[in-house]
């Protein structure tokens, strides 16, 4: 496509967006993030730096940011995005929603957490209004406001969140989903965090073969998903010989 339109014709960019986006799916962040920051300063050049595809390739590039734990440069670059955005859509808009989700999940990182809770709380109400309660993005809001939860210590509060996530997802977008996987691997996490070793190691093990199918071998949740139910087999094993012990 270079040769045929040019290096920096808007569809170039596009493509190479996409290619950017696909890289992110597969848990290739690094990749992603190189590409995406070429894509965003080539749209600039192309576009200029208010159109709403830069911004758009903004937003991206800050997810991947957020994604490799720069979340400094992550809240920065979701801040400027809005910023520049604010006369392009109202505030209900599905692309605001998710420059304001993506702001949101930074808040959380920066440990400004009643500033991140409050501003997820709204756009998964908003959310619910404008796309509806099951809608993926919808879901993909409650999840991270779930996790926000769990960063804070309310662990029960987060459980109950994320389990209604995992049940709405099996439902609207099937068991096998990505996002179905991520969530299901996530309330895992949040079972650890309770103590509920034995919970976690269920779900891990039950999800894990569809996750390699579905997300990939190498992609990072379904790395740590093997490498955490590895540990939790070991650590499991390890109370039930002590107890067998106990009982001679």
């Known amino acids: 496509m270079d040769r045929v339109l040019g290096e920096n014709h808007p569809d170039t960019i596009s493509t190479r967006g996409n290619l950017a986006l696909s890289y992110s799916h597969q848990g290739r962040y690094e990749e992603a993030e190189v590409l995406e920051e070429r894509v965003m300063r080539e749209s600039m050049r192309t576009l200029d730096g208010e159109h709403v595809q830069t911004l758009t390739y903004m937003a991206n590039l800050a997810l ?3 994604e490799r734990a720069k979340y400094e440069d992550a809240k920065k670059l979701a801040t400027e995005v809005l910023t520049k955005g604010a006369n392009i859509f109202d505030e209900t ?4 929603l998710s420059w304001l989700n993506n702001l949101a999940v930074c808040l959380h990182e920066q440990e400004e957490f009643d500033s991140g809770l409050e501003l997820g709380r709204r756009v998964i109400e908003m959310r619910k209004e404008v796309l509806g309660d099951d809608h993926p993005e919808t879901l993909i809001s409650m999840a991270n406001q779930a ?5 804070q210590g309310e662990r029960k509060k987060a459980e109950e969140l994320m389990a209604n996530v995992v049940s709405t997802s099996e439902l609207s977008l099937g068991e ?3 996002s179905t996987l991520i969530s299901c691997y996530n309330l895992a996490l949040i079972h650890v965090g309770q103590g509920e070793w034995q919970v976690a190691q269920e779900i891990w093990a039950s999800h894990l073969r569809n996750m390699m ?9 379904t790395v740590r998903c093997s490498s955490y139910l590895t540990l939790l087999n070991k650590m499991l094993n390890h109370n039930e010989n002590e107890m067998n012990l106990e009982a001679e």
């Open 64 to 66: 991947m940011y957020y």
């Open 93 to 96: 808009h599905p692309t605001r």
């Open 147 to 151: 996790m926000a939860y769990n960063n």
């Open 176 to 178: 096998n989903h990505p």
């Open 213 to 221: 199918m579905a997300l990939g071998e190498k992609h990072p949740i």
